[in-house]
T-cell receptor
Framework: EAEVAQSPRYKITEKSQAVAFWCDPI?????LYWYRQILGQGPELLVQ????????DSQLPKDRFSAERLKGVDSTLKIQPAELGDSAMYLC?????????????FGPGTRLTVT | GENVEQHPSTLSVQEGDSAVIKCTYS??????FPWYKQELGKGPQLIID?????GEKKDQRIAVTLNKTAKHFSLHITETQPEDSAVYFC???????????FGTGTRLKVLA
């Protein structure tokens, strides 16, 4: 069964350092999402890609966060500099992108701890 | 802005009993409502979904109902088992961006 891959699974970093997360969506999925999930809350969308283009990054803190999907396949989310409040689970999801297909499939996530 | 409210935040049931989780959405344009199960340390897993042209959908022990007029939808789990213990999230999506607005989650504990 095809799955969304993410790495690393866990990351501990000191505040003011840079950190990057990687996501490989299900093969053929045109739409890719990055979510942030704070402990005890539901996931919140950070950025949405359609192929290599950003569709929605309205909730992405652009002063410190950046995301790219250069070839429309895998994607990287970066935080620089990291702050204590960035400690959370970062989830990647993908969907086929077809108009009638809404289903999003999530990866295992990267648990970030900022000290 | 768009909002999805979810209740209860925690739910404990005896094994074999039923569990019901309820969500209310604010955007009347929403037309797709998935439910996800999230186990500790893992990503959310889609367990069932419903579209606005359907009032109810079942898959074995799991069912979802939708009331468009009241803008609320519910997850029903029958004959609960210990492995059903997890956090469950509802979400709502609408045409256009298809992005999800998630509820705040329900921690379900099934007591053996």
């Amino acid at each position: 069964e095809a799955e969304v891959a993410q790495s690393p699974r866990y990351k501990i970093t000191e505040k003011s350092q840079a950190v990057a997360f990687w996501c490989d969506p299900i093969s053929g999925h045109a739409t890719l999402y990055w979510y942030r999930q704070i402990l005890g809350q539901g996931p919140e969308l950070l950025v949405q890609f359609q192929d290599e283009s950003v569709v929605d990054d309205s909730q992405l803190p652009k002063d410190r966060f950046s995301a790219e999907r250069l070839k429309g396949v895998d994607s990287t989310l970066k935080i620089q500099p990291a702050e204590l409040g960035d400690s959370a689970m970062y989830l990647c999801a993908s969907s086929s992108g077809q108009v009638v297909r809404y289903e999003q499939y999530f990866g295992p996530g990267t648990r970030l701890t900022v000290t | 802005g768009e909002n999805v409210e979810q209740h209860p935040s925690t739910l404990s049931v005896q094994e074999g009993d039923s569990a019901v989780i309820k969500c209310t959405y604010s955007d009347s344009a929403s037309n797709y409502f998935p439910w996800y199960k999230q186990e500790l340390g893992k990503g959310p897993q889609l367990i069932i979904d419903i579209r606005s042209n359907v009032g109810e959908k079942k898959d074995q022990r799991i069912a979802v109902t939708l009331n468009k007029t009241a803008k609320h939808f519910s997850l029903h789990i029958t004959e609960t088992q210990p492995e059903d213990s997890a956090v469950y999230f509802c979400a709502a999506s609408k045409p256009g961006t298809y992005k999800y607005i998630f509820g705040t989650g329900t921690r379900l504990k099934v007591l053996a």
